[in-house]
């Protein structure tokens, strides 16, 4: 008995590894990336999204665009049940993460969020030093490893260590915008989560640091599933696999995922009139 | 030539008159007005200062400054009087300290509780509720503390006087709660939302990002809400007077003592003579509190300048 489940196990953990080391095509939705089923989200009796359904493929960029207003910021903050930190909102519908609905009862926000990290539109660190900003999330998840390896680690991939290993004790705020935002990126990987939500990273950037995070995110979908709200066409263009386009038709109504696909195909053959007008930068 | 007047840059100066005399005069006395209320506020304050100090000055001419900042006995109306602040420096900090225990913690929890956890609605009734409890007259506390406290600590510990420290101290605590409570919320609600966001995002806690994230971020503006509250139990008179008692010794919690605001009360009310010496330690013990709440602003100062963290 004991025997033969052990190997049954065995076989489970092969294959699944199998899948991995294939990736794409032939697993199914649910255990690859993220998937979004009637997602809706809620302002308290304000309907701010609409319906979105959405496959984010594992170690992938997906891009969101859009005009203003539409909707983008507060759908990616439901991807890790952000949305609900605001007093009356809340979302409906199904967020599934490797299969597991993050909506469930009895699922875990805390776990969630970190399994699932976000980097906002204005950089955020912490009132403290360089190093602990990048140290705090670790430790309060309890790592047990070498914490300067893990410091420096997470430094190097957020491309910001040579310009701040001689000073890691002053203040997360004595850098610039740019260094900061780069800082909240390290601060993001040291908990080493599955999924990154960027939201508007780079709007508030000059051009030389929007390029340095842009370098970034091209290694960070090697290990990581990101998915990034822009407003910048060429960006998303340049760095995403694939793009949703989010958009209202009329005043008032809620926003809506009006179009998603590969990149390739949003930017030069899209399906959908608005989307073409938008990436063509004819409105918005 | 009337549709000349209408067009931009060329206005008639025939509708266009500005009494650029009497607009400047006016500007110029308004400009005085302010000026001399808002010299005449500091000229007041100088003023005090300045009295504080001569008279300071009359008193050290009397007795040498070491026997008033080291002598442990304070007895000014006596025969043989004795002039050693002491005393009354330990009782002001003994009911201070009692104080600053119940205030700081309890106003700081409360404050953390108003801005991180109660519900929005009751936040908005809660809070106003609190500072109004800021309002109450201290005499009332003061009788509060001798009355109805005394007697209910006197269950606890048996041999408690009637005038003593402890139930002085508690009640100036509770009467400082709100003030720590109110402006240290102020300082923990002003921590911008990004930052509690940040927290979230690392998968925190809401224990983790309120006492890790924000409370440290607020830290200036909690260690202000302190100071206020301890300086305002150093210079709490009423309570003190009423139900610590007025004897100057180091007595302990439970015994009387008497503090340099309490001692200013019982000489001022008197029939102390102007003039003389005991006329005299009224401002010089008036000019020592003056000293040290100075002192304690300067300090938070240095403090809040070496700990702030920016956000």
């Given at each position: 008995m004991v025997n033969i489940r052990r190997i049954g196990e065995e076989q489970r953990v092969r294959e699944t590894s199998k899948d991995v080391a294939k990736g794409g095509a032939q697993q199914t939705p649910e255990s690859n990336g993220m998937t979004v089923e009637d997602l809706s989200a809620f302002y308290g009796s304000f309907k701010a999204v609409t319906d979105v359904n959405m496959q984010i493929k594992r170690n992938k960029v997906t891009a969101l665009i859009g005009p203003s207003g539409c909707g983008k910021s507060t759908y990616i903050r439901c991807l890790n049940r952000m949305h609900e930190v605001i007093p009356g909102a809340y979302a409906e519908g199904k967020v599934a993460l490797d299969g597991q609905d993050i909506y469930a009862k009895g699922a875990d926000p805390v776990n969630i969020r970190r399994r699932i990290g976000m980097v906002f539109q204005k950089p955020n660190p912490f009132s403290k030093s360089i190093y602990e900003n990048v140290a705090w999330g670790a430790k309060i998840n309890g790592y047990r490893g070498d914490m300067d390896e893990l410091v420096e680690r997470s430094l190097k991939q957020a491309a910001l260590w040579d310009e701040v290993k001689d000073r890691l004790k002053e203040s997360g705020y004595s850098l610039s915008g740019g260094q900061q935002q780069r800082l909240v990126i390290a601060r993001t990987l040291a908990v080493e989560p599955e999924v990154i939500l960027m939201d508007e990273p780079a709007s508030a950037l000059d051009p030389v640091s929007t390029q340095k995070i842009e370098d970034t995110m091209e290694d960070l979908k090697k290990k990581y599933t990101v998915v990034i709200v822009t407003h910048n066409m060429q960006q998303a263009a340049r760095i995403s696999d694939y793009t949703g386009f989010f958009y209202i038709e009329n005043m008032g109504d809620p926003g809506r995922l009006w179009e998603f696909d590969e990149t390739s195909k949003m930017f030069s053959n899209p399906d959908r009139k608005e989307t073409e007008d938008y990436v063509t930068g004819r409105f918005g | 030539m009337s549709v000349q007047a209408g067009r931009g840059g060329e206005r008639d100066p025939n509708l266009w008159r500005r009494n650029v005399r009497a607009s400047k005069l006016r500007e110029r006395g308004v400009t005085t007005l302010f000026a001399a209320f808002a010299y005449l506020s500091i000229l007041t304050t100088f003023g005090i200062v300045l009295v504080l100090i001569f008279e300071t000055i009359n008193f050290f001419r009397q007795v040498p400054i070491f026997d008033y900042l080291f002598g442990t006995t304070w007895r000014?109306?006596?025969?043989r009087a004795e002039f050693g602040v002491l005393p009354l420096i330990y009782g002001t900090l003994l009911t201070t300290a009692i104080a600053a225990a119940v205030a700081l913690p309890i106003g700081l929890l409360a404050a953390i509780y108003l801005s991180e956890y109660a519900p929005t609605g009751l936040r908005r009734w809660l809070k106003p509720a609190l500072e109004i409890l800021a309002g109450v007259p201290t005499v009332v506390y003061g009788y509060f503390a001798l009355t109805f406290l005394t007697p209910l600590l006197g269950n606890v510990f048996t041999g408690i006087s009637t005038f003593n420290a402890l139930s002085a101290g508690l009640i100036m605590g509770v009467m400082i709660i709100p003030t720590v409570a109110s402006v240290s919320e102020d300082a923990i609600y002003a921590v911008p939302r990004g930052l509690r966001e940040g927290g979230y995002a690392l998968g925190a806690t809401k224990r983790e990002v309120a006492t890790r994230i924000v409370v440290p971020a607020a830290l200036s503006g909690i260690a202000a809400s302190f100071v206020l509250g301890i300086s305002r139990a150093v210079g709490e008179t009423m309570i003190v007077a009423i139900a610590a008692g007025n004897l100057a010794q180091f007595g302990g919690p439970l015994e009387s003592v008497q503090t340099m605001t309490a001692y200013i009360v019982a000489v001022s009310t008197g029939e102390t003579a102007a003039g003389t010496i005991t006329y005299q330690t009224i401002f010089v013990v008036g000019a020592t509190l003056f000293v040290m709440t100075l002192i304690l602003n300067i300090l938070s100062i240095i403090f809040v300048r070496r700990f702030r963290e920016t956000y």
């Open positions: - | 000014p109306g006596f025969a």
